[in-house]
C-alpha cells in the first residue's frame, strides 16, 4: 500500500510538471509535414512545362520539386526546396533577411534514415527526424553563422546540424595539364577545337596502346566458372599490365577468362586482344573489318556482380557542362543558354566527387563519359532534330539535361535496379523512378549484336582524331547475365575502333554495350578500392592510371573521385 501512494505521488507531480511545460512552450510551434512529390493536376501542368522550350533556371526544371516556406523575425523569410522529395538527398535553403538573400545547396548525410523539413512558427528551425531523434538547427543564425563558417571552409562537403547534413560548396576541380591546355584552347581561341582534333591526331591516337606479349604454356589460374570465357579462336597466356592482383594468375592470364581479384569480393578481371575473337563473331554482319593494330591491342575488363553493389553517379565541377555544344551548329537556338533552357546549374553546387558518407563503402569509381561540347550531334537526323540530341544527365532525381530517344543510358531506379538500354519517349513515364541516368551516343551492342550505327562515323557520333581515323584509346561499358545474376562490365580499349569494341564485347556475349569516353586514361579511369583503418586504397585498371590520383606528404594515397574534387563526372559502386 506505501509503494502505491508512493507512485500515486510521483506521477501527480510529473503530470504537474507537464503541465507547468506546456503552459510556457510557444504554442504557435509546429513541424511542417515531411516533403512529398507533387500531384494532380500541379505535376501534370510541370511534367508539360519540362518539355517545353524555354529559358528559365534549372530548379524550375525540375517537375518533382517540393518547397517549404517559414517566416521569422523583421519580415524574413526562410524556405527549404527538396529538389526531389522521391530520393531526399539535396535541398536548397534561402534565407531572405529582407536586405540579403543567400541560397544553400544541402545534402543529407542519410537520407534513408532521415527527413528534412522547416519548423513553422514563433521560431524557424530545420527539423532533422530519424527513428531515434529530433534535431532542431538553425544554422543561419548569429554573427559567426554555422553556414558562413560552413561556406569558408571551402571544403566540397562542409557538415553543417551536428553532421546531419552538408553544405555543398563550389570548388575547383582537379584536371590534368593536357586537360587545362585543351579547355583553355576550346573556350578562347577560335577554331580550338580543331587544334584540339590535330593534337589528338597527332600524338594521342595510339600513344596508349598496350599489346601484351604473348606466352607459351604457363598455368592459367583459376577460371571463374560462372561468367564463362570469352568466344575466342585462341586463348593464349598473355602477360598484363593490370594494377591489382588475381587469383590463379601468378604465370600469366588466360585470354578470355575471369579471374577473381584479390581481396576484393565480387569483383573479376579478364584480358584478350580483339584478333583473337573467333570468326564465327567476326564474319557476322555489323561491324568493320579488325585493322592491325586493333587486333593486336589488347583490352582489359572488370565485370561487378551487381547482386553485390549499387550504383550511383555524381557529375563533376564543370563536366558535362549544361550549355549548348558548338557540334549541332544548324540547330542552336542563340534566343536560349542551352538546350533545355539554362546553362548554369546553381544555385545547385555541383562537387566533382564522392560524399564523405559514402567513403566506407566505395568499391569503386570509373569515368562517366563525354563532356557537353562532344555531347551532340555533328551532322545527320540526330543533329537536326531535339536540338541536336544532346546527352542527358541525372544525378539525385535531379534532371540536368533530358534523356534523349534512341541514346544509349545507364541508369538506377528509386528501388535500386540497374539497367542499360537506349533510352526511348515511352520511358519518360519512369522518370518519377530514376535516381542516376548517363547517356553516351548510341549502342556498341544491342541485343547481343552490333549496333545499328557502329560503322556510322557520323551516325554514332563515335569522334576520332582530327583526321578522321577512328582508332583510339576508349573505354566502354556493357551488362550481361548470367543464371539471372548480373554483371556490369567496364572495358579499357589501349586502341580501338567502335567495331572493335563491339566484337569484343559480342565475344564476351554482353547483351547491351555503349561507349564511355576515349583519348586518354584520364578519360577511361578506373579504380577499386580496398579499406584499411579508416583509409582508402586504390587499385587501378592498368598501372597507369595511378598518376592521377594523388597522395600526402607522407605517401598515403589520395584518390581520384573520392579525396578530391575532379572537374569530371564519374560513375561510383558501393558495397551493399
Not at 264 to 291: F, H, K
Not at 402 to 429: C, K, P, V, Y
Not at 531 to 552: C, I, K, Y
Request: glycine residues 8%.
Amino acid at each position: 500500500m506505501k509503494i502505491f501512494k508512493t507512485n500515486k505521488l510521483a506521477r501527480q507531480k510529473l503530470v504537474h510538471c507537464l503541465l507547468i511545460i506546456a503552459f510556457f512552450m510557444p504554442h504557435t510551434t509546429a513541424y511542417a509535414e515531411e516533403f512529398t512529390t507533387p500531384s494532380g493536376n500541379i505535376l501534370r501542368e510541370r511534367l508539360a512545362e519540362f518539355q517545353e522550350t524555354k529559358p528559365r533556371s534549372l530548379i524550375e526544371f525540375q517537375p518533382f520539386r517540393a518547397e517549404e516556406k517559414a517566416f521569422g523575425p523583421n519580415d524574413s523569410t526562410i524556405s527549404l526546396l527538396s529538389l526531389n522529395p522521391k530520393f531526399n538527398t539535396w535541398f536548397i535553403l534561402e534565407v531572405n533577411s529582407g536586405s540579403q538573400v543567400e541560397r544553400y545547396h544541402l545534402e543529407l548525410a542519410e537520407p534513408q534514415n532521415t527527413t528534412l523539413t522547416l519548423q513553422e512558427g514563433g521560431t524557424v528551425n530545420l527539423v532533422f527526424e530519424n527513428e531515434s531523434s529530433t534535431t532542431l538547427c538553425s544554422p543561419w543564425l548569429g554573427p559567426n553563422d554555422e553556414l558562413s563558417e560552413a561556406r569558408n571552409t571551402g571544403l566540397p562537403y562542409a557538415p553543417i546540424c551536428n553532421r546531419l547534413a552538408f553544405l555543398r560548396n563550389k570548388v575547383r576541380g582537379n584536371r590534368s595539364n593536357r586537360e587545362a591546355v585543351a579547355e583553355f584552347l576550346r573556350d578562347n581561341i577560335t577554331f580550338g577545337e580543331s587544334l584540339v582534333g590535330l593534337i589528338k591526331g597527332s600524338f594521342y591516337e595510339d600513344a596508349y596502346m598496350n599489346s601484351g606479349e604473348v606466352v607459351d604454356g604457363g598455368d592459367a589460374g583459376e577460371i571463374v566458372a560462372s561468367l564463362g570465357k570469352a568466344k575466342l579462336s585462341d586463348d593464349p597466356i598473355l602477360q598484363t599490365n593490370f594494377g591489382f592482383e588475381l587469383d590463379g594468375a601468378s604465370e600469366g592470364v588466360a585470354a578470355g577468362s575471369w579471374y577473381a581479384i584479390k581481396e576484393v569480393p565480387g569483383v573479376y578481371a579478364s584480358v584478350m586482344q580483339p584478333g583473337m575473337i573467333s570468326q564465327e563473331i567476326l564474319n557476322t554482319p555489323g561491324a568493320n573489318r579488325l585493322d592491325t593494330v586493333e587486333s593486336r591491342a589488347d583490352v582489359y575488363l572488370i565485370a561487378f556482380d551487381l547482386s553485390q553493389f549499387k550504383l550511383g553517379y555524381e557529375l563533376g565541377t564543370d563536366h558535362p557542362r549544361l550549355g549548348w555544344s558548338p557540334r549541332p551548329a544548324a540547330i542552336i537556338d542563340h534566343r536560349l543558354p542551352g538546350p533545355d533552357g539554362f546553362k548554369k546549374a546553381a544555385p545547385i553546387i555541383r562537387s566533382g566527387m564522392l560524399s564523405p558518407s559514402l567513403t566506407a563503402n566505395i568499391a569503386a569509381t570509373f569515368s562517366a563519359g563525354f563532356k557537353r561540347d562532344h555531347g551532340a550531334w555533328r551532322s545527320g537526323d540526330k543533329a537536326l532534330t531535339r536540338g541536336g540530341h544532346h546527352y542527358g544527365f541525372i544525378q539525385q532525381g535531379v534532371i540536368f539535361s533530358r534523356l534523349q530517344q534512341g541514346l544509349a543510358t545507364i541508369f538506377t531506379l528509386d528501388d535500386g535496379s540497374i539497367h542499360m538500354r537506349s533510352w526511348h519517349d515511352e520511358d519518360n513515364s519512369l522518370l518519377p523512378q530514376v535516381k542516376f541516368a548517363r547517356q553516351n551516343g548510341v549502342p556498341l551492342i544491342e541485343k547481343g549484336v552490333p549496333g545499328e550505327n557502329v560503322t556510322s562515323w557520323m551516325g554514332g557520333n563515335w569522334h576520332g582524331s582530327a583526321d578522321t581515323e577512328l582508332r583510339t584509346l576508349r573505354g566502354g561499358a556493357c551488362m550481361k547475365t548470367v543464371d539471372d545474376r548480373q554483371f556490369l562490365i567496364f572495358a579499357y580499349f589501349s586502341t580501338a575502333t567502335p567495331s572493335a569494341m563491339a566484337r569484343s564485347f559480342q565475344a564476351y556475349e554482353c547483351e547491351y554495350a555503349m561507349l564511355l569516353d576515349m583519348n586518354s586514361q584520364e578519360h577511361t579511369y578506373l579504380a577499386i578500392y580496398n579499406h584499411d583503418n579508416g583509409r582508402v586504397f586504390p587499385q587501378h585498371l592498368v598501372r597507369g592510371m595511378s598518376a592521377l590520383d594523388s597522395e600526402t606528404s607522407d605517401g598515403w594515397p589520395i584518390p581520384r573521385f573520392v579525396s578530391f574534387a575532379d572537374n569530371r563526372d564519374f560513375f561510383y559502386l558501393l558495397r551493399k
